[in-house]
């Protein structure tokens, strides 16, 4: 029985031995490029990562006092008055902000391109500077240049001002054009994300309600109308509260539009409707549209580089009955003392957005 334990013992002995020396040999393989052959040895360091910024990084920041710098997030609340300064990473930057800062040329406004970054300073912001501010990496084959949308960041910023809690506008009336076929949006934007903000319609004075369906309010936009209808025409204000006195926006003219969105719908008359030699008469190019769609009239006729003409465009709104708000673009040419060169062929071709047409008549001697 003695040697029966005796032998277990020995076997346990052996078993741990080989153990031993397998730990120490793993040990010398995990750790064998410490050591050089000079005998010298060597703190292994973790392998460095290929600087760069991942779509789920910020390229945007901005520097604080004393060269200290905050990712900026989606949206960011900054006191106005303290000059602003905003860096991107890259050596090929492009920048966009509030559009009126272009508008006005506003010396404020500055950017500068380094090797390593890209820098906009604002000098003095003003609640009227609330807007978007975003920055890309540009990229450039040759003589074509694109913008990398992966390597792009955004932040709205407000410049929350206590005695402005609207973002200032240079119009005190401005149109808001209603259709059915998309939303309307009333741009009541504030410069504190956290005010209350309504809608309320002057006559009859009653308020209208967002119920996150049909109207919502975002603060970076103002009211949306998700299906304007001629029921919401009218003038309308936005109220915003927060803890001080409630204030109001300018107003808005709230016009329902049915005009049908496509190219020119032109018409073109000739007064007098008899011309004889020496009359002087006018050509009318006349287009129906949408009230914000701008037409660019041109002119081919007889006479055209030989005989002097008068060109005369202009346009207004006119209310054609319920719902139906209609811009009128209009282009007259006058041509005085009718000589023989001048009869023949009037074109008018008219031009907005969606494409354009062209009209014709022509003027005989009678």
């Known amino acids: 029985m003695k040697l029966w334990v005796v032998l277990c013992l020995a076997l346990l002995w052996v078993e741990l031995q080989n153990g031993a020396c397998q730990q120490i040999k793993r040990r010398k ?34 520097v604080l006092d004393k060269g200290r710098f905050l990712r900026l997030g989606q949206s960011t609340i900054l006191t106005p008055g303290k000059n602003m300064e905003l860096r991107c990473k890259g050596n090929n930057i492009g920048w966009s902000y509030p559009t009126y ?28 500077d609330t807007g978007s501010y975003s920055c890309w990496v540009v990229v450039c084959d040759g003589t074509e240049c694109e913008r990398d949308h ?10 929350t001002d206590r005695d ?30 956290q005010a209350k903000v309504s809608l309320h319609r002057e006559v009859p004075p009653e308020e209208l309600i967002a119920n996150e369906t049909l109207v919502t309010y975002d603060p970076t936009k103002g009211f949306v109308l998700q299906n304007p209808g001629p029921e919401h025409q ?29 190219p020119p719908f032109v018409s073109l008359e000739v007064f ?4 004889r030699g020496g009359d002087n008469i006018n050509v009318t190019c006349t287009v129906l549209g949408e009230p914000e769609a701008d037409v660019d009239f041109t002119w081919f006729y007889p ?53 354009e047409t062209i009209v014709t008549i022509n003027i005989i001697s009678k």
């Not at 809690?165 to 009333?186: G, N, T, W």
């Open 29 to 62: 393989d995990v750790g064998e490029n410490r050591i050089r052959p000079g005998g010298k040895r060597v703190k292994m360091r973790p392998p460095k990562l290929k600087e760069g910024v991942g779509k789920g990084q910020s390229l945007l920041t901005q």
């Open 234 to 262: 009218g003038v309308f204000y936005c109220k915003a509260v927060t803890k001080g006195t409630p204030q109001v926006s300018t107003k808005y003219q709230l016009l329902y539009v049915e005009v049908p969105v496509g």
């Open 101 to 128: 800062l272009d508008t006005f040329n506003d010396s404020r406004l500055s950017i500068r391109q380094s090797d390593k970054y890209s820098q906009l300073i604002l000098a003095s912001p003003s609640a009227a």
């Open 272 to 275: 007098p409707d008899s011309v």
């Open 150 to 159: 992966d390597r792009s960041h955004v932040s709205y910023i407000y410049f």
């Open 303 to 355: 006479g055209q580089d030989h005989r002097p003409v008068h060109i005369h465009t202009s346009w207004r709104l006119v209310n054609r009955g319920m719902g139906h708000i209609t811009r009128v673009s209009q282009s007259v040419i006058t041509v005085e003392d009718m000589e023989t060169i001048d009869f023949g062929n009037y074109m008018c071709k008219t031009k907005n957005q969606n494409g």
């Open 164 to 193: 402005n809690l609207f973002v200032p506008s240079a119009i005190h009336f401005e149109i808001v054009y209603l259709r059915p076929d998309r939303p309307a949006v009333v741009p009541c934007r504030v410069t504190d994300p």
